[in-house]
């Protein structure tokens, strides 16, 4: 019997991943779009703060090695997404706060 992993397992790993150029972890600065749990695999769908981020590949990386590291997690996928465009109403009230 394979453990379950849950949604919120999965968020709080990716809120270890920080924008270092914002210094925030992405939850909470609204790149998290969605979260799927199927068997195991999680998919992720995410955005970034602008299409030509040039933090792409290092957050979509550290966003993987992250949820990675759950036990019972045997594969992650992150898709990039752009619509709707990342705006800052997409912060949580606690990224909201550290930005004012």
């Given amino acids: 019997m394979t453990r379950e992993v849950t949604k919120t397992e999965v968020i709080q790993?990716?809120?270890s991943v920080y924008d270092p150029e914002v210094g925030m972890n992405i939850?909470?600065?609204?790149l998290i779009y969605d979260v799927a749990i199927e068997a195991g695999t999680v998919g992720i769908k995410m955005t970034l703060t602008t299409p030509g981020c040039p933090l792409?590949?290092?957050l979509t990386a550290q966003a993987q090695e992250a949820v990675k590291k759950i036990p019972g997690v045997?594969?992650?996928t992150v898709e990039l997404v752009w619509d709707p465009p990342w705006t800052p109403e997409r912060m949580s009230p606690a990224g909201k706060k550290r930005m004012s």
């Fill in 13 to 15: 790993a990716l809120e």
């Fill in 27 to 30: 939850v909470d600065l609204g």
């Fill in 56 to 58: 792409l590949e290092t």
């Fill in 74 to 76: 045997c594969g992650v």
